[in-house]
């Protein structure tokens, strides 16, 4: 199986900003309205409305420069809006996989992937606010499963408790 095709590509919603965005743009209002009331001059209302205008550019350039890409064989995050980071979760690499579905999220069809790896990197990836999660989810379920069958891939969970008696999940272990 050495072939490696794009699954799945997507990135994160804007609506994680929601709050961010609204009282960004509830600041800029208040020295809009300061300066229609003759409280302060126009420069320092140019000002006061840039700063946080441009931390709104911000936030928005960090979601849209997060991207996650699902191969046949691993999960890619790529991140930052100067320097670009790439990390890679093998699939097989996946232990388990849960879905997060807050009210708001739900109202917009999104979702918050959470994956339990056994990469000593990424023990744990968030795929936040991702459109139609349940979807994605599945198809991550069914290319880690593929990959382990490819690879002859098992998962042993041992106790750590310290006792003589070790049990073993059916759960597949890298």
Known sequence: ???EDTVWKGSPSQLLNFWVFSACLLLIAAFIAAFIAGSFMLAPVIIGAAIPLGYMIWKWLVIRCTVFEVTTQRLRLYKGVFNQEI????????????????????MFNLSTIHLATSDRTYPVVDMRAIPDGITVREMIRKHVELIRDAKRVREVDFDSSGGDDMEFDDMDVV
């Open 87 to 106: 990390d890679e979760v093998e699939l097989y690499r996946v232990k388990d996989t849960t879905i997060h579905r807050p009210f708001v999220q739900r």
């Open 1 to 3: 199986m050495s072939d």
